[in-house]
């Protein structure tokens, strides 16, 4: 018998010797693996160059620097949490 007839008389053998759910199981695992060689079959996406998307960004952050608007954002959001949390108290 060649190599390939006896491995796979040895896992016929095998799986014989499991339960039925057991026997699902390495289906499923059979299953992965079949998606898991086609999906490397497929192409890689090509990585996009930063020039290409350049400018794709809409307001407020066109001609501002990131991390100043971040910044921005972060303080206005703490000042408006402050008052949210004071007036809460207040009450």
Do not use: C
Request: hydrophobic share 30%.
């Amino acid at each position: 018998m060649t190599q390939a007839v006896e491995k796979q008389k040895s896992i016929l053998d095998r799986v014989q010797n499991l339960t039925p759910e057991q026997q699902e199981e390495v289906l499923n695992f059979i299953d992965f693996l079949q998606f898991k060689g086609q999906k490397q079959d497929v192409e890689p996406k090509q990585r996009r160059k930063w020039g290409d998307i350049k400018g794709k960004a809409l307001y407020p952050l066109v001609g501002e620097d990131a991390q100043i608007w971040v910044s921005r954002n972060r303080r206005e959001e703490t000042e408006n949490r402050e008052l949210h949390l004071r007036s809460n108290y207040e009450d």
